[in-house]
């Protein structure tokens, strides 16, 4: 069974960085897309980042690009998010998600993603 569990969560003023891990057991890692999404309080669960299975090419969130970085370690089955100049607005639950075997090219549409973490809670103080 697939499992995937983020960690590096945590509180950090505006302008701070983080920089989490989401480790994936169970199941294949290196032929697929992993992307990053967030859930704020009361809101949808919205795209962040993608990279492609070989990690030649990534996908950003507007909001996001340029200050947040998507890689991958495949000997380690192990997706990062690297995120800098962090903001209040960056304050939701992120969760790792594998899209899923069908889906062809790019998507930042969840319901594109089959295997899910848990999230790991990132909170922005002003």
């Known amino acids: 069974q697939v499992k995937l569990v983020e960690s590096g969560g945590g509180l950090v003023e505006a302008g701070g960085s983080l920089r989490l891990s989401c480790a994936l057991t169970?199941?294949?890692?290196?032929?697929?897309?992993l992307g990053w999404f967030r859930q704020a309080p009361e809101k949808e669960r919205t795209f962040v980042a993608a990279?492609?299975?070989?990690?030649?090419?990534?996908d950003y969130a507007d909001s996001v690009e340029g200050r947040f970085t998507i890689s991958r370690d495949n000997s380690k089955n192990t997706v990062f998010l690297q995120m800098k100049a962090l903001n209040p607005e960056d304050t939701a639950i992120y969760y790792c998600?594998?899209?899923?075997?069908?889906?062809?090219?790019?998507?930042?549409?969840?319901?594109?993603?089959?295997?899910w973490g848990q999230g790991t809670q990132v909170t922005v103080s002003s």
């Open positions: 998600a594998r899209q899923a075997s069908w889906r062809r090219g790019w998507s930042r549409i969840p319901a594109h993603y089959d295997a």
């Open positions: 169970g199941g294949p890692f290196e032929e697929y897309t």
């Open positions: 990279i492609s299975w070989l990690g030649g090419a990534t």
